[in-house]
C-alpha cells in the first residue's frame, strides 16, 4: 500500500483565492510526522511545514496551514491568498517513528496560480 | 535549517560514462541522503551517506552503480557510474541536523539536473 497519497495530479487557483491541497498518509505507528515541501521549476525542494502526530493543534506557517485530521489519515495542506509565486509542484510526506531515517513522498500536486 | 549547495547543477553526459555530484553544507550534520526523482516522478531515495562507513543503499540502488562517499560531517559525493538515458533524472542530496526526533526536517540542496544521451 502506499504510505502517502495525493490524488490531484493537478490544481488550478485564481490569485489571491485559497486552496487546499489533499494528502492522505498510511502508517500503523503511534508517532509519525508530517511535512509539505514545495518544488518549483528550478527544481529545489523548499520545506513548507511539519505536523507530529501527537501535535493537537493545527499547524501554520505564514500563509500555510495544515489541515490535521488524524482519524480519517489525512494532512492536507492550505495555502491561503495564493500568490503568482506559489505555482509549483507540492509534494507531502511522511516519516514513521520506528524508522526516522525514512521519508516517504507522495506523487505530487501540480499548483498552477492564475491571474 | 543548513545551506547546501551541489555541483554541477546540471549537466549533460554520454551513455556508458560516469558523473560524481559533490553536496556541501555549511554546518555538521548527522544525516545526509542521496534521492533521485525522475523526470514528472515523486523522489525515490538511494541511500543514506554515512560518515566514515558504507552507504545504506535502499531496494533496487547498489553500491557499483551509485558509489557514495562521505568523508566528514559535512560532504558528500554521488557517482553515477556507467551511465544509460534511464539514468536522466534530478538528484538531489538532502540533510537532517539531528536525526532523532519525528520533528527533524530534511533539507534538501538545490539538485543535479542530469541528462544521459
Known amino acids: 500500500a502506499q504510505k502517502i497519497t495525493q490524488t490531484q495530479p493537478g490544481m488550478f487557483v485564481q490569485e489571491k483565492e485559497a486552496v487546499t491541497l489533499d494528502c492522505t498518509y498510511d502508517?500503523?505507528?503511534?508517532?509519525?510526522?508530517l511535512f509539505w515541501y514545495k518544488q518549483p521549476s528550478s527544481g529545489e525542494m523548499i520545506f513548507l511545514i511539519y505536523?507530529?502526530?501527537?501535535?493537537?493543534q493545527n499547524a501554520t506557517e505564514g500563509r500555510y496551514s495544515l489541515n490535521f485530521q488524524k482519524a480519517r489519515k489525512s494532512a492536507n495542506l492550505v495555502i491561503s491568498a495564493s500568490q503568482l509565486g506559489d505555482s509549483a509542484m507540492y509534494f507531502c510526506?511522511?516519516?514513521?517513528?520506528?524508522?526516522?531515517?525514512?521519508?516517504?513522498f507522495g506523487s505530487g500536486t501540480k499548483l498552477n496560480v492564475k491571474p | 535549517s543548513a545551506v547546501i549547495s551541489q555541483k554541477p547543477s546540471r549537466d549533460i553526459c554520454q551513455r556508458g560514462t560516469s558523473l560524481t555530484i559533490q553536496c556541501q553544507v555549511d554546518s555538521q550534520v548527522t544525516m545526509m541522503f542521496w534521492y533521485r526523482q525522475q523526470p514528472g516522478q515523486s523522489l525515490t531515495l538511494i541511500a543514506t551517506a554515512n560518515q566514515g562507513s558504507e552507504a545504506t543503499y535502499e531496494s533496487g540502488f547498489v553500491i557499483d552503480k551509485f558509489p557514495i562517499s562521505r568523508p566528514n560531517l559535512t560532504f558528500s559525493t554521488l557517482t553515477v557510474s556507467n551511465m544509460s538515458p534511464e539514468d536522466s533524472s534530478i538528484y538531489l542530496c538532502?540533510?537532517?541536523?539531528?536525526?532523532?526526533?519525528?520533528?527533524?526536517?530534511?533539507?534538501f540542496g538545490p539538485g543535479t539536473r542530469l541528462t544521459v544521451l
Open positions: 538532502s540533510v537532517e541536523i539531528r536525526g532523532d526526533r519525528a520533528s527533524d526536517t530534511q533539507y
Open positions: 505536523q507530529g502526530s501527537y501535535d493537537e
Open positions: 510526506a511522511m516519516r514513521e517513528g520506528h524508522n526516522f531515517n525514512k521519508f516517504y
Open positions: 502508517t500503523s505507528d503511534q508517532s509519525y510526522g
